[in-house]
């Protein structure tokens, strides 16, 4: 019924940049919390920020000043704005939501995931 589409991910040099987006689709009435999570090779999946409806954002200590979070309400869309990137950021991003359906059903949500891939 409802899906998260991720895109952004890439290859890009250590201190560069990357915006991923993640678009939610489907029979929606609302949207509470949004996150990015990722996952590296050989380890757990980590949260790296979320953004809950209406509510400041929260970041993972190894990723604040650096990434950004924001949303999009009005195109069901989040943001991670990923600047000064280093190679232990390189991992599979993965977006998080919890939808309410049109149905009136919560569903938690996840995204494919991006590879992300931060190296000289």
């Known amino acids: 019924q409802v899906q998260l589409v991720e895109s952004g991910g890439g290859l890009v040099q250590p201190g560069g940049s990357l915006r991923l987006s993640c678009v939610a689709s489907g029979s929606i009435f609302s949207i509470n919390a949004m996150g990015w999570y990722r996952q590296a090779p050989g380890k757990q999946r980590e949260l790296v920020a979320t953004?809950?409806?209406?509510?400041?954002?929260d970041y993972a200590d190894s990723v604040k000043g650096r990434f950004t979070i924001s949303r999009d309400n009005a195109k069901n869309t989040v943001y991670l704005q990923m600047n000064s990137l280093k190679p232990e950021d390189t991992a599979v991003y993965y977006c998080?939501?919890?939808?309410?359906?049109?149905?009136?059903?919560?569903?938690?949500?996840w995204g494919q995931g991006t590879l992300v891939t931060v190296s000289s």
């Open positions: 953004i809950p409806s209406g509510k400041s954002a």
């Open positions: 998080n939501a919890g939808i309410v359906s049109g149905s009136y059903r919560y569903f938690e949500v």
